[in-house]
């Protein structure tokens, strides 16, 4: 269990509002802290400004898409150590290995029940510690 | 047993001409021809009429046969072109075939013309036939595309309402008593939302593959065009209340036989793109007049436009699907090609006017056809 007194802060990057509402709720009530961003390149601003635990990132976005937030991020040492989870409706097995080689900690298919959300994310936070 | 054989002859002599007419009639030809001495004179020849061969003069006056094998690729087409020269070095015979002619022959040996004729012929097949299958080819593969992008673009679309239905209903099982009354009810109207957007993308799909299958039907009756609109209008300000959507419409009340339902469809689609691809708080103009034997009906947006060399593409449905994924607003792409199929299948015309940064004008024109005597319209309403 995450203990409630360091909350991991989670930066959530998505454009379609319903699925954004639906990522951030569910965290909040398992006990993160949550940012949102519409696109690319408020995604990437807020996590330059630090702090952040991990990012839940859609790859279909406007201004600068998923892939680029992706392979910035992985390519900036300040930001690489951020676990990116990619929360895609593209279900190719394809560009699930593409996002995986690309730096991805987990490679999410919508849709996803709140439940299988919930479960993700903790897995992989235990992962980066033990890194 | 006769053969019939078009040839296109390039020759100034009359003489040479009824040379190499005798000289097909003795190969059990029948042949029709008509003797060209001009690049003009080709052309029309070429344009007017089908041929099946043409021999040439290698020098004319005022013409040779090189012009006429450039003129013949010009046209596109693909004939079998054997060039009757009096005499000839190695040289032009090699710059001859070289230029594309199928066999030189001397005139002293005019015996060799219809072996040479018959050979050509059925090389000329041979070729169309394959590039007839080359097509098909092509046309197989692009279908194959087009297919496999469909799917994965539907599939991507539907997962997108199908990620709103799924997470919020398992939410509000998981942690019901945790959530606000308020906020329940708002999940509950997101999950509707998303159902309608499924709903209508499949009624997209629907609609694309009856059309493909010739099976769209119109259900054509008087329809009134001017409360159609008032309506439809209506409605999407109800559906989109950050754009201010303006309805110009003339006095009198129009009218016009059509499947109302399916005018509605496109009326609506192209509201839809409007609001979607113009800011919010800028305005839709939607206008509808009779202009000479037609209804036009326009939708105006202050969008940021379609650049030039998209503007004919747009209702193209390859098109939008290809470049469906790299754009951001939502939806399968197929919705102005539907547009264009449906205002066709009522014979009328859907074009777009658009100016970058400026916006986008997309106008349909649907043909005022004769009414028939059943259907006599009261002009006031």
Redesign the interface.
Known sequence: MLKRSSKTTVLIIE??D??R???S??LE?EGYRVLQAVDGDEGLRLARQGGIGLVLLDL???KRDGWAVLRQMKGDPELSSIPVVVFT????ALQRSWALAAGAADYL???????S?KKSIPHILRQKRRH | MEKPLKVLIVEDSEDDTLLVIRELKLGDYTPTFQRVDTAAAMQTALRNQEWDVIVADYNLPSFSALEALRLLKDSGLDLPFIIVSGSITDETAVAAMKAGAHDYIMKDNLKRLVSAIERELHEAEVRRERKHLQRRVVEYEELNTLKSTLL?TV???L??P???????S??L???DR?LKRNEKQEYLS?ID??TDRMTELVDHLLDMSRLEAGLLKLDKTPTNITALLQTTIAEARLRTPGHKIVLNLPKAVLKLNSDGRRIRQVVDNLINNATKYSKVGSIVTVEAKSQDSELVISVADQGKGIPRENVEKIFDRMFNLEHR?AQ?P?GLGLGLALCKALVEAHGGRIWVESELGKGSVFHLALPREAMTEGEAYVEKE
Do not use: C, N, W
């Open positions: 454009d379609e319903d699925i509402t639906f990522a709720r569910v009530l279909r976005l406007p409706a593209s279900a190719g298919v919508k849709p996803l029940s709140a439940a959300l | 994965s599939s991507h679309e997962r997108t199908l990620t709103t239905i799924k997470g919020y398992t939410m099982l998981d942690y945790r997101a939302r998303a994924l951001d939502g």
